[in-house]
């Protein structure tokens, strides 16, 4: 790949990231959430919005850090990518579960934009595992669950 090519793929990694190219992005699906809602369960939902926003979390953590740290041990699956179905949040634990994201997804964005990172070799510690397909994953997994978000929102009348 050349070094054009590569930051032409860089860009769009940091575009897949940022969402809202055919969809919204994590800010605009979360903004102005209605504090006494996130831990409503929308109706046939077995989760809240708190969930479904820690769950989007926890798993952007865990391939945030499976990238970074070769001693990174993930969370059990599927248990430890969702909080317990009876867990509840106060205003505080979703600002900190909002801010969290936000930060590792800023941490992720820095990988995709650091030319010193190569995109497609292998990860020292996880052969067959490259940084864009790590980073294609995160964008994957955002995209899915923020576009759930939304639905909840217009399920719920939370908008």
Not at 4 to 22: M, P
Not at 30 to 44: K, L, S, T
Not at 84 to 108: C, I, K, N, P, Y
Not at 139 to 145: G, L, R
């Amino acid at each position: 790949m050349t070094n054009s090519d590569e930051h032409i793929v860089r860009e769009q990694l940091l575009a897949l990231l940022r969402g809202g190219n055919a969809h919204m992005n994590f800010d605009q699906a979360v903004a102005d959430f209605p504090m006494d809602r996130i831990n409503e369960h929308p109706p046939n939902v077995e989760y809240t919005p708190w969930h479904l926003v820690e769950h989007l979390r926890i798993a952007q953590w865990d391939i945030l850090n499976f990238i970074i740290d070769p001693e990174h041990k993930s969370p059990e699956w599927p248990k430890g990518y969702w909080p317990a179905v009876d867990a509840w949040a106060s205003g505080a634990e979703w600002d900190r579960t909002l801010a969290s994201f936000r930060q590792d997804l800023a941490s992720l964005q820095e990988l995709a934009a650091n030319a010193t990172q190569s995109l497609t070799a292998d990860l020292p510690h996880a052969p067959g595992y490259t940084l864009v397909r790590e980073l294609l994953l995160v964008a994957d997994h955002n995209a899915y669950h923020i576009g759930e978000l939304g639905i909840l929102r217009q399920v719920m009348g939370a908008w």
